[in-house]
């Protein structure tokens, strides 16, 4: 299973950047495709995560701003960052659980600068 994440880069305080993940490479759908990143210093965050069935969970830090969404057809997952802080700088990475395993892509960096 291959996971792959495209959309980052470096944006001004305040404004909006949209990330994409796919999964491809399984016979299964997966069941939770879900954003986690990581910055210099910090602790693994989970952003936010979307079941096949279920609902969506958010960080506190980013309720509001933030929206997951998922096209099942294309077993692809996106995250909108708006109202975007130096504090959402990090690197983003995608999972797809297929069958309780996580697969895992190899992030996406993510500057916000003021």
């Known amino acids: 299973v291959q996971v792959a994440e495209s959309g980052g880069g470096s944006v001004r305080a305040g404004g909006s950047m949209r990330l994409s993940c796919t999964a491809s490479g399984s016979m299964f759908d997966p069941d939770v495709m879900a954003w986690y990143r990581q910055a210099p210093g910090k602790q693994h965050e989970l952003v936010a995560t979307?079941?096949?069935?279920?609902?969506?969970v958010y960080a506190d830090s980013v309720k509001g701003r933030f929206t997951i969404s998922r096209d099942n057809a294309k077993n692809t997952v996106y995250l909108k960052m708006n109202s975007m802080k130096p504090d959402d700088t990090a690197v983003y990475l995608c999972?797809?659980?297929?069958?309780?395993?996580?697969?895992w892509g190899q992030g996406t960096q993510v500057t916000v600068y003021s």
């Open positions: 999972t797809a659980v297929i069958s309780l395993k996580h697969y």
């Open positions: 979307i079941p096949s069935l279920g609902s969506i």
